[in-house]
């Protein structure tokens, strides 16, 4: 059974930065396409960025792009979220994906797989 587990969620500044990872277990991680969405309260699940099984292909929500960089270590079954410069409207609940197919997709019914979640607030 494939598990995710995020961390590093917490409660920053408006300007400041987190990191957030996720560790995959129990299924061949170096195969599955990840992501990140996003969830605010009364608001629909939304992507904010995924990558490549290889790691070489990266793609992001238009509002985080140059603030936020998704890398994954497929030695350490590990994906981040290293997310700068963050902003009061980035409040959410965050949560980590994957999916077996290696299309790129931005669709949260085209994950299989589903981390628990991870607080993320930023004060103005």
């Known amino acids: 059974q494939v598990q995710l587990v995020e961390s590093g969620g917490g409660l920053v500044q408006a300007g400041a930065s987190l990191r957030l990872s996720c560790a995959v277990s129990?299924?061949?991680?170096?195969?599955?396409?990840m992501g990140w969405f996003r969830q605010a309260p009364g608001k629909e699940r939304e992507f904010v960025a995924s990558?490549?099984?290889?790691?070489?292909?990266?793609y992001y929500l238009d509002s985080v792009k140059g603030r936020f960089t998704i890398a994954r270590d497929n030695a350490k079954n590990t994906v981040d979220l290293q997310m700068n410069s963050l902003k009061p409207e980035d409040t959410a609940v965050y949560y980590c994906?994957?999916?077996?197919?290696?299309?790129?997709?931005?669709?949260?019914?085209?994950?299989?797989?589903w981390g628990q979640g991870t607080q993320v607030t930023v004060s103005s």
């Open positions: 994906a994957g999916r077996s197919d290696m299309a790129p997709t931005r669709q949260t019914d085209g994950y299989n797989y």
């Open positions: 129990g299924g061949t991680f170096r195969t599955y396409t």
């Open positions: 990558i490549s099984r290889s790691g070489v292909s990266t």
